[in-house]
Each structure stands twice: as C-alpha cells, then as structure tokens.
C-alpha cells in the first residue's frame, strides 16, 4: 500500500538526488569510456590520440582475452555450482541445529565473509604455500604426499582455478547458507506436516516440498555470486597473481594489469565492454526473477 | 530411536567441521602475526606463538617506509565512515520514495539500480581514473567517499527501501491528516520506526568501503593510505618475507569489521542476503 493522497510534485524531490548522482556516476563515465577505447595514448609523448577501431581489431586475435573468458567462464560456474551444494548443505545442517548451539555455530560460521577478499587470498597464500604451508605440511604427515612443494595449490595451472574456487567458497559458502535458511523458513508448515501425514520419505519430502521453496531464492543468491565472481578480482590479486603465463588471469584481473600495470588505457577499456556484456546478460537474468512488489 | 540419535550426532560432527574450516585460517593469520619472522615459515610449523611477538604490531621490522599499519586504521575509519554516510544520507530520502510515494516507475528505477550494484568496477575505474585526475580527486578523502557511491549508494537505497517497507501505511495517512508536512512524517514518524534499519545499512555500508581495494588501491598515493591496501603494497614491494608482519597488518584490519558484526549480530542475516530475500 502506497499513499494515495500525497503532494504532487515534492515527493520526486526524495529520490531526485538519488537519481541524478547515479546518472552522473554511471552515464558519463561510461560515455568517457567509449571515447577511451577508441584511442590509443603514446607513452614517449602522453598524447591521446583517435584510433578508430584499432583496439577493437586487436581482440579478435587476443590469446589473452580468450584465455581471460576461459578462465572467467570456468571460476564462475565452478564457484556456482560448488556453492549451490556447500550452500544447501550449510543451511541444512544450521537449521537442524538446537536453538541454543545454532547461534554461536552461525556467528562463527559466518565471519569468512566479513574479511575483505583481498586479506583472504593473502591468508589462503601462506596456507598453501609450497615452503612452508601448513595444508602440505598436513598432507605430508598423513602420508597423502611426499614432498610439501608436491601439489602447487596456486602456481599450478589448472589446480590454480580449482583453488581459487574452493577459497571462494570458504568466504561465501556462508551468504548462500543464509539464504537457504530463509527460503527453508519461508516454507509454510502445514505444508510440512501434510508430508508428515503422507508419510514421504525424507528425499521426497526434499524434493516435491522444501526444494518447491528453496529453488527461487537459492537461484537469485546464485545470481548475485555470479555477478561477484565475474567482475572481481581481488581474490586473484593476492591468491594466484603469481600462476605462470597467466593461467588463472581472468577476464578482470586482464583488464586491471591492461590499464595499470601495462598502461594502456585505451585497450583495457575496450576489453572492459566484453566484461560489461558478460556480467549485464547475468544482470538481466536476475532483474527478470526478482519482483520489487509489496507481494513477497 | 538409535538411528535418529545417529543422525543427530552426525548433523553435529558435520556443525563442527564447519566451524572449524571457518575459523581455523582466521586462527591461523592471528597465530602468525604473533610469530618470529623465522619462525612464520618454519617446518613444522608452529601451532601456538610463544613468547607472542607483539612487536609485530607496534615497531615491526622497517620493511616499509613508513609502516603505515595504525595510520592506515586512521585513514580507512575516515573513508569509510566519510562514504557510509554520504551513501546513507542519499539513500534514506530514496529508499523512502521508492517504498512509500508512489513513484512512477519504481520498479524500472530499481532494476536500474540493482543493475548498478552489478557493475564491474574494474570497468568504471578506467575513467574514474582519469576523471578524478583532472580535478584533482586523486588521493583525497572525497575522492574515495565519492567512488564508494558505486556500491554504496544502490545498496542503501534498496536495503532501506525493504526497511521502509515495512512501516504501515496507514500510520504516515493519520500523522498527514494530523496536520504533519511531507518532510515532518518522514522525519518523525517512518526514520524513528526503522532506526534499527538505520544502524545495520550504515554498518554494512561502511564494511564494504572498509574491504574495498580497487577504488583504495587506484585512487590513492601517499596522503590517504587505507589499511586494506598495506598488504598489496608491502606484497608489491621487497619485504615479502616478513610474513609475521604482513599478518599483523591483515589482523589490525579486520578487527574493526568483525567487532561491529558481533555488535550487529542481530541484523546480519538481513545485511548480508539484502536484494535476495525481502519480508
């Protein structure tokens, strides 16, 4: 229910603010970025120069750039579909918790997605460090493996994604288990107890009941860690910066050492539209599931 | 009843679990920072520090001139605290007329802004970058507090909005016909109602400016050096050795955001899964 008297005009005056710093912060930089990447800066001179599209010719033959969605492409579902089941498992095994255990266990549970990722992949980096991480040393003693630099967690190629993942989950394992919570308490009880009474065995209960709850909410979180996976990187900055030839570079991390490390504005800020497409078509997704409306 | 009694001490063997792979890489940075340098890379390692080199916190070993440890507290509390309110400021009058005035469009206007939470930073920092140069926000407090706007400002407005929400209606009708202006039934009757609301939007707002590192990290020389940035600063640098040093600097900064979570503890569930789950 809104207002259905209200003064006219004056009420745009709440959110006049609101709207035009965002337009501001988002239509000319935007706009600005455009012109950047039809140009090219000489770095002897600093001049600016119109380039047409020169860096948009040159991504057709990026190896990089391929390499860059690769790695994007596989960090997020990996980190989707890992979070989906580690989510469910957290929410599950939380809410069937005692009242009095559940919530220090919670409070506990949660602090991962406090820490800035930044500090989490320095805290990951010296867990899984090949001289002296304390997960090979821990390996070692069990006898899994012989030598500590034997599994190279960050530095090898293709365990690098595979770390990076599981180090995203650890600090966002927590947000999809709350979100879980919610949708298991959304779930109308007589609807529980009905299943109660038709005597379903727990995975039917699971599967016609709570995931019939579940399945919406748990979908808009996936979204959300979807969105956060494809446009971040400062996981990669401290975690696996140093994987060779570039092996867990990832389409944002690209754009990042493109603009600031090699100095080519004009090059990182065309590659910046690819990333934009990517994370607007999962934007879109998301904008189509959730409803602003007073309904929920 | 054996097997339910089974299921039950499974259910907390896996909690424990849980709990301890949370909390254990936590423990761990805490343990190293109390740590000899040497002994922050020994094999094996050391589970407990003793003696606790509590040096490592208050003089450490000059790997960086200056150590900016304590002085990057200083300057993440003022970004953070300077972007939280500019963002809340803002926020409180939209999330107000997006939930109670009868906006036209509300919903496009809320895609567009949860559309803009999405956005990929590292994209909108190329002319932020440039932008901020030529007038002069570069290493500036308003700088950062302004860049916040990016997350900041939709996460307010949609996070104060579900707030707003769920003041009756009714109430802001009979405090109108009661003779209150639009600005006195905002200000007097809906902000006190959701003051909790308040409290939890400004602290989450403020751990988000507090974690971020690319607006801090590009957007900043030698004035304003926040806290989360000493650490990709010291990595960049030589001195990566000192492991000890740059775990006491990761500890100093997240001691702020965890101890308002345990203040807040009774609204972090709504923080964290705004956007996702509305009541």
């Known amino acids: 229910m809104r207002f259905k008297v209200w003064h006219k005009k004056g009420r745009y005056a709440f959110v006049l603010p609101c709207i035009v710093i965002l337009i501001a912060l988002v239509i000319y930089p935007l706009l600005f970025l455009i012109r950047v990447s039809f140009s090219v800066q000489d770095l002897t001179t600093g001049e600016i120069k119109f380039a047409g599209l020169v860096n948009y010719l040159r991504m057709l033959g990026d190896g990089r750039l391929i390499n860059g969605v690769r790695v994007t492409t596989l960090y997020t579902v990996g980190v989707v579909a890992l979070q989906c089941i580690t989510g469910l498992i957290f929410g599950l095994v939380i809410t069937g918790l005692r009242t009095k255990v559940q919530k ?45 630099s034997e599994i190279r967690w960050t530095l090898d190629p293709v365990l690098g994604i595979v770390t990076l993942i599981v180090v995203d989950s650890w600090q966002w394992t927590p947000f999809m288990g709350l979100i879980c919570m919610a949708g298991l308490l959304s779930i109308p009880e007589d609807l529980l107890e009905a299943a109660q009474i038709d005597a379903l065995t727990k995975w039917q209960k699971f599967k016609h009941v709570t995931w019939f709850y579940l399945r919406p909410v748990m979908l808009v979180g996936l979204l959300f860690r979807a969105v956060d996976t494809a446009r971040g990187l400062d996981l990669l900055y401290t975690l696996t910066r140093a994987t060779p030839a570039g092996s867990t570079e990832a389409l944002a991390y690209y754009i990042y050492r493109t603009g600031f490390e090699y100095f080519d504005m004009g090059y990182a800020a065309a ?17 189509k599931i959730i409803t602003w409306g007073e309904v929920r | 009843m054996r097997s339910r009694s089974l299921s039950e001490s499974i259910k907390y063997i896996i909690a424990l679990i849980m709990v301890l792979w949370a909390i254990f890489p936590i423990y761990w940075i805490v343990a190293t920072s109390l740590k000899a340098t040497h002994e922050a890379i020994s094999i094996p390692p050391i589970w407990v520090p003793n003696p606790p080199h509590i040096e490592n916190y208050l003089n450490p070993v000059p ?23 500019l963002a809340l400021v803002i926020g ?14 509300t919903n496009s206007w809320l895609n567009w802004i949860l559309s803009i939470r999405m956005l990929p930073l590292v994209a909108v920092i190329i002319p932020i970058h440039a932008i901020f140069r030529t007038i002069g926000l570069i290493d ?9 706007l990016y997350f900041n400002l939709p996460f307010c407005v949609l996070m104060l909005k579900s707030f707003f929400d769920t003041v009756p209606t009714d109430l802001l009708e009979s405090a109108k016909t009661e003779g209150y202006s639009d600005i006195e039934v905002f200000w007097k009757i809906a902000l006190p109602l ?64 965890i101890t308002l979570a345990i203040i807040l503890q009774r609204y972090l569930v709504r923080g964290l899964t705004l956007g996702v789950i509305r009541r």
């Open chain 1, 104 to 148: 220090p266990v919670l409070l506990l549970c949660i602090t991962p997605v406090l820490i800035s990722p930044i500090l989490t992949g320095f805290m990951w980096s010296q867990l899984l460090d090949t001289t002296f991480g304390v997960v090979n040393y821990m390996l070692m003693r069990l006898g899994l493996i012989h030598s500590m």
């Open chain 1, 271 to 287: 590659l910046s539209w690819i990333l934009i497409a990517v994370v607007s078509i999962l934007t879109n997704l998301l904008v």
């Open chain 2, 63 to 85: 790997i960086q001139e200056p150590y900016r440890g304590w002085t990057g507290l200083i300057d993440s509390l003022i970004c953070a605290t300077g972007a939280a309110i």
């Open chain 2, 92 to 105: 409180l009058f939209a999330g107000y007329g997006f939930s109670k005035l009868n906006i036209r469009g």
């Open chain 2, 140 to 148: 500036k407090y308003p700088g950062i507090w302004i860049a916040h």
């Open chain 2, 194 to 257: 959701i003051r909790g609301g308040v409290a939890t939007t400004f602290l989450f707002a403020f751990i988000f400016s507090w974690n971020d590192f690319l607006f801090q990290w590009l957007l900043t020389k030698h004035d304003v050096r926040a806290v989360m940035i000493v650490i990709p600063n010291i990595i960049k640098s030589p001195g990566t050795e000192y492991w000890n040093v740059m775990a006491a600097v990761g500890v100093l900064s997240f001691i702020p955001t």
